[in-house]
């Protein structure tokens, strides 16, 4: 059976760890995360182990992945670096997942943030989550669902995570037109 990478991907604070931990625990498989890491070091904040974080979540994947040993990791997919490690696993013989999850706008992954803040959590700076959000978005549609042997779209604006499409590669199985409309709206807003 092949080794299988499920990546975990969203905006800030859209509700990507929450997912994470639940497919970790349901599959069995490790949860790999660059801000699991961070708040794991020994720092006032996590901006002052940031890099070190992100070296050693590297470090941990391409572990997983050498080792052929099935993975849960989060990701912004803000960036398109991450290509990188999906082409990787692809070489590597992994089967290739990725659940995206978002939000309706921007301002909600702000006041989400604002929330985590109020209650102990690390902050975000608010020009890191507007650029993350259009980013994500743009990214994930546009690039690395074609990369994935199978994706699946979330949105978690309400009381909980609800489907709205899934598919493989540029295929589309639509579970819920009008959510899946607002997706394709924040998709073209953010081009603009």
């Known amino acids: 059976m092949k080794p299988h990478l499920l990546v975990i991907a969203g905006p800030n604070r859209s509700g990507k760890t929450t997912l994470a931990l639940e497919y970790s625990k349901t599959y069995s498989y490790p949860y790999v995360s660059a801000d699991a890491i961070a708040e794991s070091m020994d720092a006032a904040s996590i901006d002052e182990v940031r890099f070190d974080a992100g070296r050693a979540f590297l470090e941990r994947v391409a572990i997983h992945i050498d080792g052929r040993a099935s993975f849960v990791v989060e990701s912004t997919l803000s960036g398109l670096t991450f290509r990188s490690i999906i082409e990787r ?87 819920d037109e009008t959510l899946f409309a607002l997706f394709l709206q924040l998709t073209e807003e953010v081009r603009r």
């Open 89 to 175: 696993a692809h070489q590597a013989g992994f089967q290739i997942t990725i659940v995206f999850v978002f939000l309706g706008s921007e301002m909600a992954c702000i006041a989400r943030i604002h929330e985590r803040v109020r209650k102990g959590g690390h902050a975000v700076a608010e020009d890191d989550i507007r650029r993350r959000f259009s980013r994500s978005i743009v990214n994930f549609w546009g690039s690395y669902r074609s990369m994935a042997d199978r994706w699946h779209l979330f949105y978690n604006g309400g009381a909980y995570f609800h489907e709205v499409a899934l598919g493989e590669g540029t295929m589309v199985e639509i579970r």
